[in-house]
């Protein structure tokens, strides 16, 4: 007999802003257009912030400034080709 192991899932309540997540919502309609496959939200908020986890060793402190200054203000902004890039990215 085969166990199979699973990572134990927790559902957590979040709340994202307006603007994130409406990009959010907008790479999970291209995924799912690009792989013809279902996305859920949560799937995808998963994928980003892992990638995002990934990359915070490269980044400065001046960055995280960056950031942090970006969603304090509400000031996020995104440009459509960086979201196509990535879901071509991850459907490929």
Known sequence: ?????????????????????????????????????????????????TGGLMQTKKMTSSDWQKIATLVENKTINFDDSLINDFTKKISS
């Open 1 to 49: 007999m085969v166990k199979s192991t699973t990572s134990p899932k927790s559902k957590k309540s979040i709340t994202l802003e307006k603007e994130i997540e409406t990009k959010v919502r907008k790479i999970q309609a291209r995924l799912i257009e690009k792989t013809d496959q279902n996305w859920s939200l949560s799937t995808v908020l998963n994928i980003l912030i």
